[in-house]
């Protein structure tokens, strides 16, 4: 048996629980078999961590593809080249995705949902797990569609979700749409009826607008102050609404591009909990900068910023826990950062987590991050 001690545990921001030492032992297999509180007086024989904390691996809800490969263009000859792209995700410290389909035509998008299909089939251990698809539009705010092509936004309606989705609807875990569009109410109501999360994105809502679209079960808000009205002490916005009510998951790109850090570190001193990390990588993830195709476009790569020809910001490259360390470094919290990348995550997709989540997990499966407050640098690793 194998004993660790001094571990820290992923604990929610702005928790009123003491943030306490944990002691956890290991059976021969490597699964953790139980854990506990650290004594408050005296010392503990094990292998100590000194303060390191241990998680999950990060699960990433907007991630457009990666190593060439974009979701919304795959064709079966691509199922290899996908275990690759799950394998390096893993390697990369991502238990799971939920592969992003942008706006796109009818016909490849219902490809793409087959491939996913057949790749969620072969899931293997040491691969990043494919969840169900995130669908990033069509139904967006032309003014607010940023990236996504014109000629392929749809109005909310029936009819056009059967025409994508029929057949593929448990395949499916998000649907990012504008709730403002006429129609978006009764989307939503089907869209929740199939047990499908609806976020707020490429939106021109107002706080009241959104407040509706909450009231009615959005529970997100897709890539917050990017392609929607940002926060204004007079028109608070969707944002504002979100904060106000504490219950919405807010998506970020912490790549400090997208979001400014110091934007960030007030939305997050403001959001607290509901802030949820994701990457948006596209296709050239895991590639060198420099030109790539996305679609019948040019996508121009450097310092992992991606944009169009016309400068356009359509995405990065970097990985989802480089945005967390990101984070971490603006904000001094690597607690609330490493929850928003492990945690948060798994909130938005309705995972039960108790105390004891972490039991029967292999320490391998695991992150262990290590947090430096004199450089204000946090850095993560394997568990095992």
Same mark, same amino acid.
């Given at each position: 048996m194998r004993r660790i001690t001094d571990v820290r545990l992923p604990r929610r921001p702005e928790s009123r629980d003491p943030a306490a030492l944990h002691w956890l032992t290991l059976d021969d297999h490597g699964l953790i078999s139980a854990i506990g509180p650290m004594p408050s007086r005296g010392a503990m024989a094990g292998e100590s961590w000194y303060g390191d904390t241990l998680s999950p691996r990060g699960i990433d809800l907007q &991630? =457009?593809? %990666?190593?060439? *490969?974009?979701? /919304?263009?795959?064709?079966?000859? @691509?199922?290899p080249r996908i275990q690759e792209l799950l394998e390096l995700l893993w390697r990369d410290g991502v238990e799971a995705i939920a592969p992003t389909l942008v706006t796109c035509a009818v016909t490849p998008l219902r490809q793409s949902l087959a491939v996913l299909r057949q790749a969620r089939e072969r899931h293997q251990a040491g691969r990043c797990q494919l969840l %169900?698809?995130? *669908?990033?539009?069509p139904?967006?705010?032309?003014?607010?569609?940023?990236?996504?092509p014109l000629e392929h936004i749809a109005a909310p309606t029936a009819a056009a979700l059967k025409e994508r989705i029929a057949g593929f609807e448990a395949d499916i875990s998000l649907v990012t749409l504008a709730p403002e569009q006429p129609g978006a109410e009764a989307l939503i109501n089907q869209l929740r009826a199939? #047990? &499908?999360?609806?976020? *707020?994105?490429?939106?021109?809502?107002?706080?009241?607008?959104?407040?509706?679209?909450?009231?009615?079960?959005?529970?997100? !808000?897709?890539?917050?102050? =990017?392609?929607?009205? #940002?926060?204004?002490?007079?028109?608070?916005?969707?944002?504002?609404? +979100?904060?106000?009510? #504490?219950? &919405?998951?807010?998506g970020l790109i912490a790549d400090g591009?997208?979001?400014?850090?110091?934007?960030?570190?007030?939305?997050?001193?403001?959001?607290?909990?509901q802030l949820v990390l994701v990457s948006d990588a596209l296709a050239p993830y895991g590639l060198e900068d420099g030109e790539h195709r996305w679609d019948e476009r040019v996508l121009l790569v450097k =310092?992992? /910023?991606?944009?169009?020809?016309?400068?356009?910001?359509?995405?990065? /490259?970097?990985?989802?826990?480089?945005?967390?360390?990101?984070?971490? #470094?603006? /904000?001094?919290?690597?607690?609330?950062? &490493?929850?928003?990348?492990?945690? +948060?995550?798994?909130?938005?997709?309705?995972?039960?987590?108790?105390? @004891?989540?972490? !039991?029967?997990?292999?320490?391998?499966?695991?992150?262990?991050?290590?947090?430096?407050?004199?450089?204000?640098?946090?850095?993560?690793?394997?568990?095992?």
């Open positions: &991630i =457009n593809g %990666g190593l060439g *490969l974009a979701f /919304t263009e795959l064709s079966e000859r @691509d199922l %169900g698809a995130h *669908l990033e539009g139904f967006l705010a032309e003014s607010r569609r940023g990236a996504h199939l #047990g &499908i999360t609806v976020a *707020l994105g490429h939106s021109t809502a107002d706080a009241d607008q959104a407040a509706l679209a909450f009231q009615r079960g959005v529970g997100m !808000i897709t890539h917050a102050f =990017n392609a929607m009205p #940002g926060l204004h002490h007079r028109a608070p916005g969707p944002l504002g609404e +979100a904060c106000r009510r #504490g219950d &919405i998951a807010l591009v997208h979001v400014h850090p110091t934007t960030a570190v007030l939305l997050q001193r403001l959001a607290g909990d =310092n992992g /910023t991606c944009r169009l020809e016309d400068g356009t910001l359509a995405g990065v /490259t970097l990985p989802l826990l480089e945005g967390t360390c990101r984070l971490a #470094g603006w /904000t001094g919290d690597a607690e609330a950062a &490493i929850w928003a990348s492990t945690m +948060a995550p798994r909130h938005v997709l309705g995972d039960n987590i108790t105390a @004891d989540f972490l !039991i029967g997990g292999a320490l391998c499966d695991l992150l262990r991050w290590r947090w430096s407050e004199s450089d204000r640098n946090l850095g993560w690793r394997e568990a095992a």
